[in-house]
Each structure stands twice: as C-alpha cells, then as structure tokens.
C-alpha cells in the first residue's frame, strides 16, 4: 500500500492512526476493517492488496476429507472460485490415505 506523500504531514498521521490501533485484537480489527469496507465498499480493493501480498493470506486447510481425495479433485473443486496457486492434499504415512 503506498502511503500518501503528498501530504507532507503524512507520517504524522500514520504513526498516529498506528497508535490509536495497538490496543485492538486482531478480532476488534477484523471487526473494523469489515464495518470500513460495509460502508465504503471501494476499500474492498485495498485489503484484498494487501492480502494478496502475503501467501499465508490465501491458504485455507479442509479438514475431514474423503480417503479418496487427491489434489486433483480438490483443484477442480475450488477452481471455480480462482485461480489455485497449489494445492497438497495431506496423506496418511502407513496407508497413503489422505
């Protein structure tokens, strides 16, 4: 995200906007981010930059699957909401069961 130079007092701003947000959990700022982008739904853009920067930001785990899965059909089922990066599915070291 590029902070705003024009502005010559940005850094001011920046580490004062920081300050008023250290006290927060990660749960009050999910909470705040999702109410910001409910009533200004142009942010929407920002955070999904500054998510994507950072793969652990799109990984997700699936539990509890079939012992027949493979990453293949895991692909082909998730495909349909973007673009699969990678995908393992986990298996059993004495079975080979995933």
Request: glycine share 4%.
């Amino acid at each position: 995200m590029a902070l705003e130079t024009a502005d010559p007092d940005w850094l001011t701003h920046y580490l004062k906007h920081q300050k008023l947000l250290e006290p927060f959990t990660k749960e009050q700022l999910h909470a705040l981010v999702k109410q910001a982008i409910e009533k200004h739904p142009d942010l929407t853009e920002n955070v999904r930059q500054l998510a994507d920067v950072d793969p652990a930001h799109r990984k997700i785990f699936v539990h509890g699957l079939g012992w027949d899965t493979t990453a293949e059909t895991l692909t082909s089922v998730f495909s349909k909401y973007g673009e699969i990066e990678d995908c393992k599915a986990v298996t059993d070291k004495v079975s080979g069961n995933t």
